[in-house]
């Protein structure tokens, strides 16, 4: 039996990772390797939490904290792949992308409030709201690179101001 992911969540403050995997009838979890959004299956870069295995036990639950990778907090795309003593391996994405929603709702509310860049806006809200959507969808379908060149488009959308706007911020 392969590597079973049962669930990966990010907590609502976005300060932890709660893992559970089964490694597989008669098996154990012997690595558990994590990538970011911009180090994704870099072997020099891989972080290795295999530490946090009990190494006992077919099903194991674990935490893993944004401050492991020096974060103040969860945001954006990680792959964790989990691999058992039996070779078997299993790959899972996850996103945390509320900065992102944020923006989208930032740059609606710009464009609810400023008349002269409303052409700008509205299509800046658009781009953000159907990135955010696909990055999610591609995860979904487990097309991890259509999700890290989305995710980088929607970083660049959410990056980019309009040089005639003025700058508001009505979220923080």
């Known amino acids: 039996m392969a590597v079973t992911i049962n669930s990966i969540t990010i907590s609502s403050d976005k300060k932890t990772m709660s893992i559970s995997v089964d490694a597989g009838v008669g098996q154990l979890m012997t690595a558990v390797n994590l990538w970011t959004e911009s180090t994704f299956k870099d072997l020099t870069l891989?972080?290795?939490?295999?530490?946090?295995?009990?190494?006992?036990?077919?099903?194991?639950?674990?935490?893993?904290?944004?401050?492991?990778?020096?974060?103040?907090?969860?945001?954006?795309?990680?792959?964790?792949?989990?691999?058992?003593?039996?070779?078997?391996?299993?790959?899972?994405?996850?996103?945390?992308?509320?900065?992102?929603?944020?923006?989208?709702?930032?740059?609606?509310?710009?464009?609810?409030?400023?008349?002269?860049?409303?052409?700008t806006v509205q299509k800046e809200v658009l781009n953000i709201d159907i990135f955010i959507t696909q990055v999610k969808n591609a995860i979904d379908l487990l097309l991890y690179s259509k999700a890290l060149e989305l995710f980088e488009t929607l970083k660049a959308l959410c990056a980019a101001d309009c040089e005639t706007c003025p700058k508001l911020k009505y979220l923080s």
């Open 46 to 119: 891989t972080k290795d939490f295999s530490s946090k295995l009990a190494g006992n036990v077919q099903v194991e639950s674990f935490t893993i904290l944004a401050s492991d990778l020096s974060l103040e907090k969860f945001d954006g795309l990680y792959f964790l792949e989990f691999e058992n003593n039996n070779s078997e391996t299993s790959l899972k994405a996850i996103y945390e992308l509320t900065e992102y929603e944020k923006c989208g709702l930032d740059k609606t509310l710009q464009y609810l409030y400023d008349n002269d860049c409303s052409v």
